[in-house]
Nanobody
Framework: QVQLVESGGGLVQPGGSLRLSCVAS????????MGWYRQAPGNQRELLAR???????YHADSLKGRFTISRDSAKNTLYLQMNSLKPEDTAIYYC????????WGQGTQVTVSS
């Protein structure tokens, strides 16, 4: 069973930036389309972005270019660069395949507040 460990979250002021990382325990990572998701209190988990094994990416229109997904398959690692953060970006952020098929990790909390 692949384990996913997300990191990089924290408390940041509006307009700030964070870079999230997700490390997968198995090299099967490199053969899967991967995605970043988030879940805010009271909301369903939503897909933010996904990236294919060849590097082609999709980002949700609602992000308006503020977030960028990338991957380093040699390191079994997925990244999410988040810029111009807003209070409404506050959520727990997760990675998984896209669509999700692995056990969810603990996620990493992102709080945007002044």
């Amino acid at each position: 069973q692949v384990q996913l460990v997300e990191s990089g979250g924290g408390l940041v002021q509006p307009g700030g930036s964070l870079r999230l990382s997700c490390v997968a325990s198995e090299s099967v990572f490199r053969f899967n389309t991967m995605g970043w998701y988030r879940q805010a209190p009271g909301n369903q988990r939503e897909l933010l972005a996904r990236i294919g094994i060849e590097g082609r990416s999709y980002h949700a229109d609602s992000l308006k270019g503020r977030f960028t997904i990338s991957r380093d398959s040699a390191k079994n690692t997925l990244y999410l660069q988040m810029n111009s953060l807003k209070p409404e970006d506050t959520a727990i952020y997760y990675c998984n395949t896209a669509p999700p098929s692995w056990t969810w990790g603990q996620g990493t909390q992102v709080t945007v507040s002044s």
